[in-house]
């Protein structure tokens, strides 16, 4: 009964935070780039992230790195659960976003719009800075 309460509730812009959002600069040509962000949820029930968009490229998804016979490599993700109250990390060698199909170069400090769809936690735009991660690696 709770929960056939919880789910009418509708959804609230501030239920879900996103910080941090960057998408590595990639190189010269590339046709894909990586996303990484924090979302925090505030809601008071679990959603999951089932979408992703981005005008500056054809598709965007929910990759996760894993290890797979002793080599790592990169899945596809369709939907990612993220508890109430929890906080969902998107980042280098785990879950991160992944643009295909770049319709354009993208320049470091530039600034790009991704929209993120939930099941029931609403529609969210958010706006992601192109960082060049080797300038802030050691």
């Not at 936690?121 to 706006?127: E, N, T, Y």
């Amino acid at each position: 009964m709770l929960l056939g309460l919880l789910a009418a509730l509708p959804a609230r812009a501030d239920d879900l935070l996103f910080q941090e959002a960057r998408i590595a600069l990639p190189p010269p040509g590339a046709g894909q780039a990586a996303g990484y962000l924090e979302v925090v949820s505030r809601a008071a029930r679990p959603c999951r992230l089932t979408g992703a968009a981005s005008d500056v490229a054809e598709r965007v998804e929910f990759h996760r790195h894993l290890h797979h016979n002793g080599m790592m490599a990169m899945r596809p993700v369709a939907a990612v659960a993220l508890p109430a109250g929890g906080r969902l990390s998107f980042a280098p060698g785990g879950l991160h976003l992944m643009l295909i199909g770049l319709r354009r170069p993208l320049a470091a400090g530039e600034s790009v719009q991704i929209r993120l769809e939930t099941d029931v936690c609403g529609s969210h735009l958010l706006s992601a800075t192109v960082v060049d991660l080797r300038e802030t690696s050691p």
